[in-house]
């Protein structure tokens, strides 16, 4: 069996993901947190501006985690879990409550997931075009 090896997501990496929504935001004239995870959900980056509304910071990190568990931009879920949606039910004892709104966008490399990004602080679609726009940077 051969396997091809996924160079996982760096500090580097990282770096520019936070630097690229973050530019991105202040372009907008919006004042964001921004979180990074690697594939196995551990924090590799985090920035959150003291102008930030305080649960910003928790928000990204919520969303950058449910980006990653369910390996889909955060955005397309938010009919999922109304009442009849795939995910109404959802079980919430994970490590940490998902968080369905728009701002969390799966990282991937040679088709591979490897990490996400989570952006809070602006409106959804806001964030979501933050997330987007970060991750479009390390392609």
């Known amino acids: 069996m051969t396997t091809t090896a996924v160079a996982p997501l760096t500090i580097e990496d990282a770096e520019l993901l936070v630097a690229t929504a973050r530019r991105a935001a202040e372009e907008a004239?919006?004042?964001?947190?921004?979180?990074v995870l690697d594939a196995g959900g551990h924090l590799l980056a985090f920035r959150?501006?003291?102008?930030?509304?305080?649960?910003?910071?928790?928000?990204?990190?919520r969303k950058a985690y449910t980006a990653l568990q369910l390996n889909t931009p955060t955005a397309g879920l938010v009919d999922a879990v109304q009442p009849g949606g795939l995910f109404h039910t959802l079980p919430t004892a994970l490590d940490r409550p998902l968080l369905f709104i728009a701002g969390?966008?799966?990282?991937?490399?040679?088709?591979?997931?490897?990490?996400a990004v989570g952006v809070g602080g602006?409106?959804?679609?806001?964030?979501?075009g933050f997330a987007t726009a970060a991750v479009r940077a390390l392609a």
């Open 29 to 35: 004239g919006v004042t964001v947190s921004v979180t």
């Open 48 to 61: 959150r501006d003291d102008r930030a509304v305080l649960i910003s910071g928790e928000t990204s990190t």
């Open 104 to 115: 969390g966008v799966p990282v991937h490399r040679d088709g591979r997931l490897i990490g």
């Open 122 to 128: 602006g409106a959804p679609e806001q964030d979501h």
